[in-house]
């Protein structure tokens, strides 16, 4: 009798637990597009077809040195503002595509602050969310980026986000490029019973970073997929209408086990 009442005890909390986290429940086949570094092919051809589409997505803008001010290879800020009015989100990826775990807490709030105080000048939201340069953090990074009021931020690892396991500011991803279709195809497959298929894509193409390239067929024919198949395709931003990103934080501690890396 003990053990029953202890395992019914056990399955109430869970059960609290879920209630708590999540707002509603999240329909299979949601996934999350998320692009990096600003290459000048998200405003010239990922926009376009997003729009075509009718899919959201959250840009993760930086200054990629050295060449950040090439028009050719990365999109200035008059564009990203654009984005912005087109209704997509903005998010921070630092100002310089830091190395964050090697950097020191104040080094780390000057980088978020630049592309804070530079949203702010354009008329676009303070940043909500962060994407990890290269995969890179540290519990002193994750600690930094909660105090700095930062709901999500998106990391690597090769899995479906379980908003009940992992906490926001260690989203998992895919990374997409040209090589991997099949890889993302069977990620795709695993956007179900409540987890999140969250992708990184970087430039469609992306000139500068072959090797992170999506070519633009390639992108379209995923981006019609979702449509054919009734995928629900959202920003980062639009998890919280599934996460309770406060609760999550209460219940949820970061583990730095867990594979974060792409």
């Known amino acids: ?22 707002r509603q429940a999240i329909p ?14 998200q405003y010239s051809v990922v926009a376009p077809l ?10 993760f803008v930086c200054e990629f040195p050295p060449n950040y001010k090439d028009s050719t290879l990365y999109m200035n800020w008059r564009q990203i503002r654009e ?6 989100e903005i998010a921070s990826h630092t100002r310089s595509h830091a190395k964050v775990a090697s950097l020191t807490k104040p080094q780390l709030i000057e980088e978020l602050t630049y592309i804070e105080t530079k949203c702010d000048s354009l008329g676009i939201a303070k940043p909500a969310n962060f ?22 931020a998106r990391a690597g690892g090769g899995r479906p986000y379980d908003p009940l396991k992992d906490h926001p500011l260690l989203i998992p991803s895919w990374a997409m490029d040209s090589s991997n279709e099949s890889e993302i195809m069977q990620a795709l497959g695993q956007a179900k019973d409540g987890k999140i298929v969250v992708l990184t894509i970087h430039g469609v193409p992306d000139i500068e970073h072959p090797w992170v390239d999506t070519p ?26 599934y996460v309770n990103v406060t609760e999550a934080k209460k219940k949820l501690s970061p583990d730095y086990n867990l594979p974060l890396r792409n």
């Open 1 to 22: 009798m003990l053990r029953l009442s202890a395992t019914i005890i056990t399955l109430f909390c869970c059960m609290m637990a879920r209630a708590q986290i999540l």
């Open 28 to 41: 299979d086949k949601t996934v999350v597009l998320t692009f990096d570094d600003a290459p000048a092919s």
């Open 50 to 59: 997003l729009q075509q589409y009718g899919f959201d997505a959250t840009f």
């Open 83 to 88: 984005l912005d009015k087109m209704g997509f």
């Open 131 to 152: 994407a990890y340069p290269g995969y890179s953090l540290s519990p002193l990074v994750v600690s930094t980026l909660d105090e700095q009021g930062y709901a999500f």
């Open 216 to 241: 633009p067929a390639l992108f379209k024919e995923y981006l019609q997929y979702f449509s054919d198949n009734g995928f629900n395709v959202l920003s980062m931003k639009e998890l919280e209408r």
